[in-house]
């Protein structure tokens, strides 16, 4: 029980466009889901704590009209990334909280260029 | 501010050869401190933990033991397994949160 379904594994796109990577709980109701981003060789960083009906609480640092996040149901967490730049190149990967303890999803390898 | 500092891999090993990953940490107050698992294709997973100081945790031959004198938490397993290859974070949460931090992750990998 308690798993979290995070798409894409892996995307490649074009400087300037956007991307949509979704986290979804399969098993459980999500009310608290948070967003994390890798460079390589540093730290999984925090980005933004994703409340179900209510907005993000974004991390010192992290700009929130670049990273949207969409929490509109209890099962489903989006996060956008706008306007995509190749330093926008990480690791995003997605977690979420359930009665017994915390899940993490799969990842997301973003790579833009 | 906090932060956990874990040794940069990767760390190659052989089968049944005996694995320490270090992790030390700094923080406020009195941390809980974690160890999770990625293998490949896969979420995070919680290899085990540690609430307060002295406390032991251990999972699957793992074990990493709660050292506030030392504010270390480091991996050990007398005998890693191929299947052990994967990365390895060593994480912490302050306590009344779920905003974890994280090191950086140690890759291991384990050849047979």
């Known amino acids: 029980g308690a798993v979290v379904s995070q798409h894409p594994s892996r995307v490649i796109c074009k400087s300037g466009t956007s991307v949509k990577i979704e986290c979804r709980s399969l098993d459980f109701q999500a009310t608290t889901m948070f967003w994390y981003r890798q460079f390589p060789k540093q730290s999984l960083m925090l980005m933004a704590t994703?409340?179900?009906?209510?907005?993000?609480?974004?991390e010192q640092g992290v700009e929130k009209d670049k990273f949207l996040i969409n929490h509109a149901s209890l099962t489903l967490s989006t996060l956008t990334v706008t306007s995509a730049h190749p330093e926008d190149s990480s690791f995003y990967i997605c977690?979420?909280?359930?009665?017994?303890?915390?899940?993490f999803g799969s990842g997301t390898r973003l790579t833009v260029v | 501010g906090n932060s956990v500092t874990q040794m940069e891999g990767p760390v190659t090993l052989s089968e049944e050869a005996f694995l320490t990953i270090n992790c030390t940490y700094t923080?406020?107050?009195?941390?809980?401190l974690f160890w999770y698992v990625q293998y490949p294709g896969e979420g995070l997973q919680l290899l085990l933990k540690?609430?307060?100081?002295?406390d032991k945790g251990s999972n699957k031959g793992f074990e990493a033991t709660y050292r506030k004198e030392t504010t270390s938490f480091h991996l050990e397993k007398g005998s890693v397994q191929v299947s052990d290859s994967a990365v390895y974070f060593c994480?912490?949460?302050?306590?009344?949160?779920?905003?974890?931090?994280f090191g950086t992750g140690t890759r291991l990998k384990v050849l047979a």
């Open positions: 994480a912490l949460t302050t306590s009344g949160t779920y905003k974890y931090i």
């Open positions: 923080a406020t107050g009195y941390p809980s």
């Open positions: 994703s409340n179900e009906g209510s907005k993000a609480t974004y």
């Open positions: 540690a609430t307060k100081a002295d």
């Open positions: 977690s979420a909280t359930f009665e017994r303890g915390y899940t």
